[in-house]
C-alpha cells in the first residue's frame, strides 16, 4: 500500500468564505464541488489541495485529514491488524470512492480513501 495524497478538510458552515482567499487570492482551482464540500488545489499539482466541508458526505461527520491510498481494502486490514477501531465503511459511495473513517492516535478523524 502506497498513500498517494493527504487532504486536510476543514469544518465550516458556510463554504463561499474559502473563495476569496484560496480561489481569488492564492489562485487555486476548484476541482471539486458536491454542493457540500469544495476542494482546492492545483491542476498541476494534486497533492496541493484543501477541502471546506459542512459534512463529510454519506451523513458522517467532517474528517479532519483525507488520505488517498491506492488499495483502500489492504489499508483497512492494516488498520483492523494493528487495532484501530473502524468509525465508518468502508463504502462505495455514490461520487466514486471507495473509503473508510478511523481515529489516529492523536484522536483526529481521518478519511482513508482510493477512487474507484
Same mark, same amino acid.
Given at each position: 500500500?502506497?498513500?498517494?495524497?493527504?487532504? +486536510?478538510?476543514? +469544518?465550516?458552515? &458556510?463554504?463561499?468564505? +474559502?473563495?476569496? =482567499?484560496?480561489?481569488?487570492? $492564492? !489562485? $487555486?482551482? $476548484?476541482?471539486?464541488?458536491?454542493?457540500?464540500?469544495?476542494?482546492? !488545489?492545483?491542476? *498541476?499539482?494534486?497533492?496541493?489541495?484543501?477541502? =471546506?466541508?459542512?459534512?463529510?458526505?454519506?451523513?458522517?461527520?467532517?474528517?479532519?485529514?483525507?488520505? *488517498?491510498? &491506492?488499495?483502500? &481494502?489492504?489499508?483497512? *486490514?492494516?488498520?483492523?491488524?494493528? !487495532?484501530?477501531?473502524? *468509525?465508518?465503511?468502508?463504502? &462505495?459511495?455514490?461520487?466514486?470512492?471507495?473509503? =473508510?473513517?478511523?481515529?489516529?492516535?492523536? !484522536?483526529?478523524?481521518?478519511?482513508?480513501?482510493?477512487?474507484?
Amino acid at each position: 500500500m502506497k498513500v498517494k495524497r493527504i487532504v +486536510a478538510n476543514i +469544518a465550516t458552515a &458556510d463554504i463561499a468564505a +474559502a473563495k476569496p =482567499f484560496y480561489r481569488d487570492v $492564492l !489562485g $487555486l482551482d $476548484l476541482l471539486m464541488d458536491h454542493g457540500w464540500i469544495e476542494t482546492y !488545489g492545483s491542476r *498541476e499539482a494534486m497533492s496541493v489541495q484543501i477541502s =471546506f466541508a459542512t459534512q463529510g458526505g454519506s451523513g458522517t461527520p467532517v474528517p479532519d485529514l483525507s488520505i *488517498e491510498v &491506492d488499495d483502500v &481494502d489492504a489499508a483497512l *486490514e492494516r488498520m483492523r491488524q494493528a !487495532g484501530f477501531a473502524i *468509525e465508518y465503511g468502508p463504502a &462505495d459511495e455514490p461520487w466514486g470512492v471507495r473509503r =473508510f473513517y478511523v481515529r489516529d492516535p492523536f !484522536g483526529r478523524l481521518v478519511n482513508i480513501l482510493s477512487h474507484m
